[in-house]
């Protein structure tokens, strides 16, 4: 069986998509040559990152997403700042951070850890912090370039968006190519409606 890289996710409504392309364009007026921004149909709110898995395990995994997920209504999300890991002097990521019913979210994250231990997966130490990530500064960024773009994220204000329901969980493929990540979904479990 072929190796697939693989992560599970929340898939974005169009909506949020075009928010967040507008709040890229935003960003990009500043000319930032060292960033590379995530293509908006690309977005999506990673949950756990599985990394190359055997493409037999698909089922296993999707069980395991069923299982994490079953007691879990249809839940709200929102956007809610622009930020950057690991912070706004030196930043490497710029996101944008995710409101509403998070504790459904944390819930899931940590349904989905346990759930699959059994598949030799070792659950996350870090915490569980939702983010969607806009884009990824380059090593080659200069000091005065990652002032400039922190400066700018913290000057950001997010338009007025509607919150968005999530309405299923999914085990997505990742093919990385010299321009992009390709995304593609291997499987999608629905959760009942609220």
């Known amino acids: 069986m072929e190796p697939v890289r693989a992560f599970i996710a929340i898939q974005l ?3 949020i998509k075009s928010a967040l392309s507008e709040l890229q364009e935003r960003l990009k007026i ?24 055997d493409s037999g395990a698909v089922p296993t ?10 007691d879990i209504l249809q ?9 950057a890991f690991p912070n ?7 996101w944008v951070g995710i409101g509403g019913d998070t504790d459904k979210l944390t819930i899931i994250r940590e349904n989905l850890e346990r759930a699959l231990i059994p598949s030799g997966f070792v659950p996350e130490k870090r915490a569980f912090s939702p983010h969607l990530t806009l884009g990824r500064v380059r090593e080659r ?14 000057t950001i204000e997010l338009a007025a ?14 093919i990385l190519t ?10 999608s479990i629905d959760l009942p409606g609220g």
């Open 13 to 15: 409504p169009n909506l």
């Open 30 to 53: 500043g000319g930032y040559t060292s960033v590379k921004w995530v293509a908006p149909d690309s977005i999506h709110l990673t949950i756990k990152f599985l990394g190359d898995i």
């Open 61 to 70: 995994i999707t069980e395991a997403i069923s299982e994490a997920s079953r």
């Open 75 to 83: 839940f709200q999300l929102e956007l809610t700042e622009a930020g």
């Open 88 to 94: 706004l002097r030196t930043p490497r990521v710029v």
């Open 141 to 154: 960024a200069s000091s005065d370039e990652r002032r400039r773009l922190g400066e700018a994220i913290a």
């Open 161 to 174: 968006t509607p919150s968005f329901t999530v309405d299923s969980i999914s085990l997505m493929r990742s």
């Open 178 to 187: 010299r321009e992009r990540a390709l995304y593609s979904c291997l499987s």
